[in-house]
């Protein structure tokens, strides 16, 4: 694994008006889109957009990531993709389930954000060795599905694209998201991987030849 934990200090940031407000308007409809979602009852939950949103400032602050081009995994009702694009990043969201893409499509296009969602998984050509693995270390257990058409057709990008992809993965799904970045992400690129117990946690991959 050529991933390496880098700290950064976020706590003391503070978001400008607009992303506040738009935070505020996209947790109160995703609240109101989990009513009664069976997924929603197997402990689905939005991720925390404001820790979410200061450590990107800080990001860009700190120049620690090598450009601006940022990529959400699995991007949801697109909050984090969106909160992305209105920092400055050029911004996309990769989302399998359709009614939460129309949802993070609605969303941006409501506050006028440029960011683009597109439909399928985020896993690319060539991963199913990793994606097996996956499979046999949990016993079957893994929640990311795999069998839709990979996005990045439709984005004429490729994973090595984005300099920053975040993703808030099942505990389960986050050794395959790990092994996912190192295989496919550029070179000194950044990964942020959100966990309600322990918070964001942000990874670089390692420079090439380091």
Known sequence: ?????VQVSFEEVTLPSEVEDFIVDA?????KFLVGKPFAEKGYVACNHRTIAKALIAIQR????????FCEWGSGFGGVASIAAMLGFESYGIEINPELLQGS?????????EVEFVDGSFI????????????????????LETHFAEAYQDLELEVSDFDIIFVFPWPNDAP????????YASS?????TFNDFSGLKIDRKSFAGS
């Open 27 to 31: 947790d109160k409809r995703v609240a």
């Open 124 to 143: 690319p050509d060539g991963a199913d060795d990793l994606v097996d693995q996956a499979y046999m270390e949990n016993e079957g257990d893994v929640t």
């Open 176 to 183: 395959l998201i790990a092994n996912l970045f190192d295989r």
């Open 62 to 69: 700190q120049g620690l990531s090598a450009g601006a081009t």
């Open 188 to 192: 000194g690129g950044l990964l942020l």
């Open 105 to 113: 499509i609605e969303l941006a296009d409501d506050y006028g954000i």
């Open 1 to 5: 694994m050529a991933l390496t934990e």
